[in-house]
């Protein structure tokens, strides 16, 4: 099995400090983070699954992803939660430097989920892919 490349998702989020992320928020943030890895390997995901990731692969079986990540975009509400949710399944997505079809359907269901405009998601994801050009 082919090693996955090391994706450094800290630096698409903000700098910590007072007024950044709320505990549910940044639990959700996490759960959308686990839907966008979900496709990228069995493996990693049995080794990192916890109860409530556990719960999570349960409801994403049972009510299937859009309906998943609909619940989920609502503790998103906030436009600094939303847009950090996005861009973290964006960075994620990038963990096997391939574009599926599977990411593209996941990144429109995210889109329409956390009520993005397209010119929204677009400018998002240029952010990621620059911050993630940068040397640390």
Known sequence: ???APTIPI???LPRSGPGTLTAAEAQALLKIAFVAVVKETDQMTDAVLDAALEALGKELDKNGRQATLTKLAASCARPLVRDL????????S????EKSDEESDLDEELVQALKLT???ANSLAQDVYAALETES
């Not at 949710?85 to 994620?92: E, I, N, P």
């Not at 990038?94 to 430097?97: G, K, R, T």
Request: proline fraction near 0%; charge should be negative.
């Open 118 to 120: 397209e010119e929204d």
């Open 1 to 3: 099995m082919k090693d």
């Open 94 to 97: 990038l963990a096997d430097l």
């Open 85 to 92: 949710a996005y861009k973290v399944a964006v960075a994620m």
């Open 10 to 12: 800290s630096k698409v």
